[in-house]
């Protein structure tokens, strides 16, 4: 029997309510139990996969293929035993798009459609099937409490408690305790606001967040607790963390985990062990030295359209005892500075994208790794340009390119899915349907690594499998010329025989990979691709000193 937790937030945005959840969702996977994570996303997108990264920062791909919200990344890497699918996500445009397809095919008899029953019901049937077989479901609604889009989201939650009772559902809720320093007095106001307006829609919390950048006195909490009928126990002080790795050790020393599992009937679980979270943080907090990782991409200006990225090489400085310094760089101003503002750069990453801009500018980067020794690591579009930049000036090929950005060069190396080159060297059309899901290759899918090559050798086995998010791929009619140049092609996908990964043998360590290994590292595991890659930069770092 599945219990529930649903977690809103309220008085501002971004206060950290899926950290918060995550924290949770650790704290009683540590005490033995199954846990899983819904987000439920207010935006009339069916799902993030078309949004800009500017508007909503990466898209992060489950394994089932799902192109979901960047808070189901926490979700995986705060959870060891669980995997999020696409059941884990789902948007207003997703509910509204199922219900009306159901009323054009004459699903309701002709009946009148409204939000209530028909919306909140679909809704309700989605948290219910996503918390099926585990203890713990814990579901975030997305946005703040009064937001007119989320209503929908609130009222079902509502009618859900209702449902499961009090023994099988409790709410969670995170508001802000803002400090005001002409006063130096932290003001419980909008705290109280925010439940005042739970209350309206008919939901009383049973436990606060309360997220403050100063301590919270025992009086403060007991005020809190009266104005808002929260147990003072329930009321918990989330201070602002030198890292979110510490928060499931901040909520263990409130007893957020005894304060569930009393709830739930949970009484004979074991004490939550949370050794390997401070070893995380005593890693991180102790690094031996900093190395410094240029990334040049076409989004810099909002890190979190990179956030697994930056979360990943922050994993693999854990494993490393060493502080990554992530340098953003704008790829297409790259294209007319100075390339020597790399010569800084322990490491050089292209992560993914999509569309010409700043391609050329990547490539800059790419050829100053390769030509100055300097560890390179290329990710999905970061291969795709790397393979090009080789073909051009060193596989004597200068005309290469992709056919998304040029149709008509005489060496596509990179081409859609559905294109290939016949025996002429003419792009033809081809039907992967059936063995690809369609024009784009998503989520998780196998690879195999060749024998004696530097990626084998870092993942440490013959076969992996790695989440993608792509529609373009290398032709592998231009594997020989680059081979014979020096560029090996290291890993094959097992589905039609793909380019998955390359290497420069000769170089001190460059590596590229079509798939996004960000996806799948963790603060307290890692990933054995990004863990050498910053090896490799820590022994830069000691070769320039």
């Known amino acids: 029997m599945t219990h529930f937790i649903f977690v809103t937030g309220g008085v501002v945005s971004s206060l950290g309510k899926g950290i918060s959840a995550a924290s949770v969702a650790a704290l009683l996977e540590a005490r033995g139990l199954s846990v899983t994570m819904v987000k439920m996303d207010p935006y009339i997108n069916v799902d993030p996969g078309t949004m800009s990264p500017f508007q909503h920062g990466e898209v992060f791909v489950t394994e089932d293929g799902a192109e979901t919200d960047l808070d189901l990344g926490y979700y995986e890497r705060f959870l060891r035993r669980a995997k999020m699918t696409k059941l884990n996500n789902?948007?207003?445009?997703?509910?509204?798009?199922?219900?009306?397809?159901?009323?054009?095919?004459?699903?309701?008899?002709?009946?009148?459609?409204?939000?209530?029953?028909?919306?909140?019901?679909?809704?309700?049937?989605?948290?219910?099937?996503?918390?099926?077989?585990?203890?713990?479901?814990?579901?975030?609604?997305?946005?703040?409490?009064?937001?007119?889009?989320?209503?929908?989201?609130?009222?079902?939650?509502?009618?859900?408690?209702?449902?499961?009772?009090?023994?099988?559902?409790?709410?969670?809720?995170?508001?802000?305790l803002p400090y005001i320093s002409s006063a130096a007095e932290l003001k419980t106001k909008p705290t109280q606001h925010s439940v005042k307006e739970l209350l309206s829609i008919g939901i009383q919390p049973d436990i606060l967040i309360c997220r403050t950048e100063h301590d919270?006195?025992?009086?403060?909490?007991?005020?809190?607790?009266?104005?808002?009928?929260?147990?003072?126990?329930?009321?918990?002080?989330?201070?602002?963390?030198?890292?979110?790795?510490?928060?499931?050790?901040?909520?263990?020393?409130?007893?957020?985990?005894?304060?569930?599992?009393?709830?739930?009937?949970?009484?004979?679980?074991?004490?939550?062990?949370?050794?390997?979270?401070?070893?995380?943080?005593?890693?991180?907090?102790?690094?031996?030295?900093?190395?410094?990782?240029?990334?040049?991409?076409?989004?810099v200006e909002l890190p979190d359209a990179y956030k697994s990225v930056n979360e990943a090489l922050l994993h693999a400085g854990i494993q490393n005892r060493v502080k990554v310094q992530i340098d953003y760089v704008d790829a297409q101003a790259l294209e007319s500075q100075d390339i020597?503002?790399?010569?800084?750069?322990?490491?050089?990453?292209?992560?993914?994208?999509?569309?010409?801009?700043?391609?050329?500018?990547?490539?800059?980067?790419?050829?100053?790794?390769?030509?100055?020794?300097?560890?390179?690591?290329?990710?999905?579009?970061?291969?795709?340009?790397?393979?090009?930049?080789?073909?051009?000036?060193?596989?004597?090929?200068?005309?290469?390119?992709?056919?998304?950005?040029?149709?008509?060069?005489?060496?596509?190396?990179?081409?859609?899915?559905?294109?290939?080159?016949?025996?002429?060297?003419?792009?033809?059309?081809?039907?992967?349907?059936?063995?690809?899901?369609?024009?784009?290759?998503?989520?998780?899918?196998?690879?195999?690594?060749?024998?004696?090559?530097?990626?084998?050798e870092v993942y440490g086995?013959?076969?992996?499998?790695?989440?993608?998010?792509?529609?373009?791929e290398m032709n592998d009619r231009f594997i020989e010329p680059l081979e014979k140049a020096g560029m090996l092609v290291s890993g094959y996908s097992a589905v039609q025989h793909l380019v998955e990964t390359v290497e420069i043998p000769a170089h001190p360590w460059f590596i590229a990979v079509q798939f996004h290994p960000e996806f799948t590292s963790s603060p307290r595991d890692g990933h054995p691709l990004f863990a050498s890659f910053i090896d490799a930069a820590k022994k830069q770092n000691q070769k320039g000193k």
């Open 90 to 176: 789902f948007t207003s445009g997703r509910v509204y798009q199922d219900v009306l397809n159901k009323e054009r095919r004459g699903d309701y008899l002709g009946g009148t459609v409204q939000v209530i029953p028909h919306i909140t019901d679909n809704i309700k049937e989605r948290v219910l099937r996503a918390g099926e077989g585990y203890d713990v479901a814990i579901v975030e609604i997305g946005g703040t409490v009064g937001d007119i889009e989320s209503l929908p989201f609130m009222e079902s939650v509502r009618q859900l408690m209702v449902e499961l009772g009090h023994k099988r559902s409790m709410l969670m809720h995170l508001t802000l």
């Open 216 to 299: 919270v006195d025992a009086d403060t909490t007991r005020k809190i607790a009266l104005f808002t009928n929260v147990e003072a126990r329930a009321v918990v002080v989330c201070k602002d963390a030198k890292t979110i790795y510490q928060i499931p050790r901040n909520f263990y020393e409130q007893n957020v985990d005894d304060l569930i599992c009393e709830r739930f009937g949970y009484n004979d679980l074991p004490e939550a062990d949370l050794s390997d979270w401070d070893q995380v943080c005593e890693a991180l907090f102790n690094p031996e030295y900093t190395v410094r990782v240029a990334m040049v991409g076409k989004y």
């Open 340 to 456: 020597a503002i790399l010569d800084t750069a322990d490491a050089i990453l292209v992560p993914g994208g999509f569309g010409e801009r700043g391609t050329e500018g990547k490539m800059a980067a790419i050829r100053y790794a390769r030509e100055k020794g300097i560890p390179f690591l290329g990710i999905c579009l970061g291969m795709q340009l790397a393979v090009i930049e080789y073909a051009r000036h060193v596989a004597q090929m200068p005309e290469a390119s992709s056919t998304e950005f040029n149709r008509s060069t005489k060496y596509p190396l990179i081409g859609l899915i559905t294109e290939w080159l016949d025996e002429r060297g003419e792009l033809q059309q081809r039907n992967v349907e059936s063995d690809l899901g369609g024009t784009m290759r998503l989520g998780a899918q196998k690879s195999e690594l060749v024998a004696g090559t530097k990626t084998r």
């Open 461 to 472: 086995k013959a076969e992996i499998t790695e989440r993608h998010r792509h529609r373009y």
